[in-house]
């Protein structure tokens, strides 16, 4: 479970290094276009829990 924990604090500490800059690099084709890869990436991301968590109520069942 330690493992688990290392990863998620490692992906987030990355995505707080890498977002700002990320999202500055996207500005400069402009605003639309920022919002459209945002737009992307949150749909792939709903995508990815629906497939991972197919019964709501047993997630919600299980404990740490």
Same mark, same amino acid.
């Given at each position: 479970? %330690?493992?688990y924990m290392g990863f998620y604090v490692m992906t987030?500490?990355?995505g707080f290094t890498l977002a700002p800059w990320g999202g500055t690099q996207l500005l400069n084709f402009? %605003?639309?276009i920022c919002w459209f890869v945002v737009f992307v990436v949150g749909m792939i991301s709903a995508i990815m829990m629906a497939m991972f968590v197919r019964d709501p109520v047993a997630a919600e069942k299980v404990s740490i």
């Open positions: 479970q %330690g493992m987030f500490g990355i402009g %605003g639309v």
